[in-house]
């Protein structure tokens, strides 16, 4: 049973901000992505907050 691991690559990860790292895979080619921990909201601080009230709140007090 010898030789049943796969061959691990050194591959290059890109995100669409410009943010490039190397990692190891057992993937052959390079991977592209739309967000990374660079820029991705979640990590950044900027995450968009929804602020509206529910629709039964709104109306009560649209209506009270």
Same mark, same amino acid.
């Given at each position: 049973?010898?030789?049943?691991?796969?061959?691990?690559?050194?591959?290059?990860?890109? =995100? !669409? =901000?410009?943010?490039?790292?190397?990692?190891? !895979?057992?993937?052959?080619?390079?991977?592209?992505?739309?967000?990374?921990?660079?820029?991705? !909201?979640?990590?950044?601080?900027?995450?968009?907050?929804?602020?509206?009230?529910?629709?039964?709140?709104?109306?009560?007090?649209?209506?009270?």
């Amino acid at each position: 049973m010898k030789k049943i691991h796969p061959k691990i690559n050194k591959i290059l990860f890109t =995100c !669409s =901000c410009g943010n490039k790292k190397y990692i190891w !895979s057992i993937l052959v080619k390079d991977i592209n992505t739309d967000v990374c921990n660079i820029c991705h !909201s979640f990590y950044t601080g900027k995450q968009k907050i929804n602020k509206n009230i529910g629709r039964i709140k709104k109306f009560n007090i649209k209506f009270n």
